[in-house]
């Protein structure tokens, strides 16, 4: 985009080069530097040039766009500004302060940017720098619009096909936010990480079906305990716990260490009332750290249903009464435990 946007500015100066007040010759030869990218020759004709008009937008933008070329941004971008004072609405000067801003992910930009599309409201190249710059200063729907009226200039760039999906997973829009995965497995479809991030976001659009069909080529050879952990939260959300739980006890065997792997099984045998099957494989003669014994705890005590020893095991935690409940077993605290 850095390359594109150079080039698209020194274009636009050569189109505006009618509106030069310096000589004709004077003006060919600053041009014919530019394009060559000589731009120390440039800087050294620009400067006899703008002391005969100081005034010159056009000439302030040039000079510019040669500090730019040679990675002098801060002089780039006071040129820029200079120009600017004296031309608000001059492009030229307006794409190279905000391809300075784009590149440095200053939100500075942000105004300059939206300015180009106030004069031109189709330009998708600025659609795609607003896109990127109010998804890092987190506006996600903001961002998301932008990402739209890009086109199709993100479609071979996964990591900008990642943030537009991330908007859309903050704004809670899933089926979309899958739309735009599947294009980044379409340009790597062997990428393992890729299509683990593509199943986890089908799970949360509700879509455990097309999370497996996902998985399925990973699940064909050697899945490593993030595959496994996926497919069987697919399993379950498609009510076939018999598989859920055989795929957990496989990536158990993998990865015997996995605190969450652990959680996911305690999680299942909870939902399905199972809480001595939980305990007996949480306890099945693994060197369980504090966290799983206390997982096994609290299944017991959840399997007798009595408050006062749920409360007990939760008090007695690191996790506290209300992390336990809503953030791990995703359940109501009892009514009338302790007061809550």
Not at 188 to 200: F, G, I, K, T, V
Not at 220 to 248: C, F, H, W
Request: with cysteine; glycine share 6%.
């Amino acid at each position: 985009m850095r390359a594109k946007g150079t080039i698209c500015l020194l274009f636009a100066l050569v189109l505006c080069s009618f509106c030069l007040s310096a000589q004709p010759a004077q003006f060919e030869t600053i041009k014919l530097a530019l394009q060559s990218k000589d731009f120390d020759k440039a800087i050294q004709l620009l400067q006899p040039a703008l002391k005969a008009s100081p005034e010159n937008a056009q000439l302030w933008s040039m000079q510019g766009t040669a500090y730019a070329g040679k990675g002098q941004t801060k002089q780039a971008l006071s040129s820029f500004r200079r120009s600017l004072k004296i031309s608000p609405d001059l492009l030229p000067a307006l794409e190279g302060a905000a391809q300075i801003g784009f590149e440095s992910s200053d939100p500075a930009a942000i105004p300059i940017i939206e300015h180009i599309l106030r004069l031109r409201p189709k330009d998708t190249t600025s659609h795609a720098m607003l896109a990127i710059l109010e998804y890092q200063q987190g506006k996600w729907a903001t961002a998301v619009t932008h990402f739209e009226n890009a086109g199709s200039l993100f479609d071979s760039q996964p990591r900008a096909l990642h943030a537009y999906a991330t908007c859309l997973v903050k704004l809670k829009q899933y089926d979309q936010a899958v739309n735009v995965f599947e294009r980044t497995v379409a340009l790597n479809p062997q990428d393992q990480h890729e299509r683990q991030l593509l199943s986890a976001i089908q799970l949360m659009a509700n879509r455990p079906n097309d999370a497996l069909a996902t998985l399925e080529p990973l699940l064909q050879s050697n899945p490593d305990t993030g595959t496994l952990e996926l497919a069987a939260r697919a399993y379950e959300a498609k009510k076939d716990t018999s598989r859920a739980v055989s795929t957990l006890q496989q990536a158990i065997l993998l990865d015997p260490k996995n605190v969450d792997l652990y959680v996911d099984f305690a999680s299942i045998c909870y939902t399905h009332g199972s809480f001595q099957v939980g305990v007996d494989v949480l306890n099945d003669g693994l060197a369980l750290p504090a966290v799983l014994a206390f997982s096994a705890g609290l299944l017991f005590a959840l399997g007798v249903r009595r408050p006062v020893t749920i409360a007990l095991f939760a008090l007695g935690s690191s996790f506290g009464l209300f992390h336990v409940f809503y953030y791990w077993l995703q359940v109501p605290l009892p009514v009338g435990v302790l007061g809550f």
